[in-house]
Each structure stands twice: as C-alpha cells, then as structure tokens.
C-alpha cells in the first residue's frame, strides 16, 4: 500500500516540477500520511475503523472528489460499523453538516453527538477526520490543477461568506460580530483536557508549541496523536523557508476564513498577515467586505489573483480552476509558491471546520 495517498491518487511523475516542489515541502507530505495512519489504520481510537472509512467517504462525495471517494469505499472494513444505527446517523448528519457549510455548526450538534452515546473523546476525533478530508480533498484538487487537470474556469468571483452576529455565546459572553484584527478569545462546547489530564509527553509536547493555555489545543488534546501530527502539518505549511512569502500564505488562511466565516481564525491570521506583509490596507479591505461581496475587490492584480484562488479553494466543493492557476503563473507564482497557496487554503479549510463546530469565538473584556 502506498505511503502517500495522494500521489497515488494523482498517478505524480516524479520528474515533475510538482514533484520536487512537493520534496521540497516532503515534511508536509509525511505528517498528512502520518496523520492519515493515526485516522484510519490504527484500532486504539474510538469510533470503530469501519465508521471512519465512512464517514470519509462521505465527506469526499460532498466535495465531488470521486477517486478518493472510491478509495475510501475500496479500502473499508469488510465489517459493518460496531456503532448504533442511532449513532451511525448522528455522526453522519453532522459529518455532512459541518463539510458543507461550517458556520451552520451549532453547540446542539455537539449535544446530538453526546446524546448518541458519543464521548468527548469521540466527538473531536469525528471533527479531526471530517476536518482531515476536507484538507485531502483539497489537496488533492490543488495537486491535479497544478498538474493541468480539472475545472478549465469558474463562473463568478468568490465572495465573502456568511458569519455568526450573535452578540453573545452560547455561556453568554460578550461574542464579536464583524471580522476584526482585535485579538479575541475561544469558549469550547466541550470540555478541554485539564493541565493533570495530560502526560508529562504530551503536556511537554503543547509546551514546546507554545499551546499550554490555549482551550482548543488542550481539546483537540482528546486525540493527542492526531493533534501532533496535525501540528506539525501546520508548521511544515506555515512556517518552511523559501516558496510563497509567508504573509500571502497567511492572507490565504484570512480568506478561507471569510469564505467559511470564521471570525476567530481571520482575526488571528489577518494579525499575522499585516506583520508580514506590511500592508494594513491589503488586510483591511479583505476584513471589510460585506457578506456576498467579491473578496478581491480593490486588490492589485497579484493579491487579487491570490485572493481568488483562495475563494475559490475553499468552497465545499472546490470552485478553483486552471483559469486561476494561469493568472497566478502570470503574476509570478512558480509551482513551490502555487503548492504553499493550495496547502495553505487547504489548512484552514480543516482548521475552520473545527473553530466554527467544537465552539465559538468571544470578545475580550
């Protein structure tokens, strides 16, 4: 069995420029593997193999990636899923909830999971792997544009998508409104692991990312295994040398925040992106585009181009095509850079599905 699904998938030449782009970045392509063992090889995590495979399969078909679909029905459990058909339709009815349009993820969906029978520790590994294949199916996708296959344009230009205005949470804080540079706080809907939960590995491991007072890594710590691997996914996109300038990889993560609309994810990685790209304006403008409005709008033509793709990647499914890839190759982006803009979409594609279905943001007072 391959080591890596997804050049598989994509029947890669290792000749191509993709291909050694993709060396060049070989930490991300290990720990996405690596990461895919832990999901969906290994027996020690609950729920059953058999309702992960399907559950994977059914988020792939919601994102119109019919190879990995096939993939997924092809490499299941030959037994049924040891759940309740109670529990099976639950899981389901969120999986697909939560792929197709995250900022419908409610605290009462959680409180469905839980009703179910399923454990905290249960709930956060379901949200891992829906936000797991929605990062593979987009990598996918990215990979096989990058190589001349798919889409050949896409009829509009992506546009901001809807968020939450509730002016408080569901614990009754004070919850932001409006997409924001202001530093915000996180409330979970489930309960985080304590400090004396954690091993002396494992609490080592958030100390060395600088983690141990975040509330959603210490819940996300429910499935510590995963949580590593997904980490250093995230350094090996976020943080490699070279390739795409690390404030564009950052306003790709603002984008797909504002086309999934998570107000705590945009707010964190705007920051970052004004630090690293010098340009308030560029990120101000993003930030303040109104619900249905063309995200690129007033952008120069490299950040519009960036801009696009990134709207367009991070629809559930995928809207981005070769059209988009032809007009970021006309603004500079060679393959290393291209691949960083479709790993970073591709990111935060996983990372809204879980700020925007296991809580919600708040202001800080």
């Not at 037994?79 to 419908?104: D, G, K, L, T």
């Not at 959680?110 to 520790?121: C, K, M, P, Q, R």
């Not at 544009?145 to 992506?158: A, D, K, M, N, W």
């Not at 250093?232 to 300038?245: C, Q, S, W």
Request: hydrophobic letters at 35%; aromatic letters at 8%.
């Amino acid at each position: 069995m391959s080591d890596d699904i997804l050049d598989l998938l994509c029947s890669e030449q290792h000749s191509s420029s993709l291909a050694f782009a993709r060396e060049i970045r070989s930490g991300v392509t290990q720990h996405t593997q690596r990461a895919f063992n832990l999901l969906f090889r290994t027996q020690s995590h609950h729920p059953s193999r058999a309702l992960r495979f399907k559950i994977a399969e059914k988020v792939a078909r919601v994102e119109q990636r019919p190879e990995l679909e096939h993939w997924y029905r092809d490499h299941a459990p030959s037994e049924a899923p040891a759940e309740s058909e109670h529990q099976c339709n639950e899981v389901y009815r969120f999986a697909e909830r939560i792929i197709a349009s995250p900022i419908e993820g409610e605290a009462s969906y959680i409180n469905a999971l839980s009703e179910a029978g399923l454990s905290d520790d249960e709930i956060v590994t379901v949200a891992q792997l829906v936000g797991f294949v929605s990062f593979q199916c987009r990598l996918l996708t990215g990979m096989k544009l990058l190589q001349g296959v798919g889409r050949t344009e896409r009829s509009e230009p992506p546009v901001a998508g809807r968020w939450l205005r509730h002016s408080t949470t569901q614990r009754g804080s004070s919850a932001p409104t409006r997409f924001t540079r202001e530093q915000l706080a996180w409330e979970p809907w489930l309960a985080p692991r304590s400090s004396e939960d954690f091993s002396k590995e494992e609490w080592e491991s958030l100390s060395h990312h600088g983690q141990t007072g975040s509330l959603y890594f210490r819940l996300l710590g429910r499935n510590m295994p995963v949580l590593e691997q997904r980490t250093l996914i995230d350094r090996g996109i976020f943080y490699t040398p070279g390739g795409l300038p690390r404030g564009e990889r950052e306003l790709a993560a603002t984008v797909t925040s504002r086309v999934n609309g998570c107000i705590y994810c945009a707010s964190v990685h705007s920051r970052k992106a004004v630090h690293f790209l010098k340009r308030e304006d560029v990120v101000d403008k993003l930030l303040s585009v109104a619900e249905g409005g063309v995200l690129s709008t007033g952008q120069d033509s490299r950040t519009a181009a960036i801009i696009d793709f990134a709207g367009a990647h991070s629809m559930a499914p995928s809207q981005a095509s070769l059209d988009d890839i032809k007009r970021l190759k006309d603004a500079g982006l060679d393959t290393l850079e291209l691949l960083d803009l479709v790993q970073s979409t591709a990111f935060f594609s996983w990372a809204n599905r879980l700020m925007l279905t296991l809580g919600e943001p708040r202001t800080l007072q």
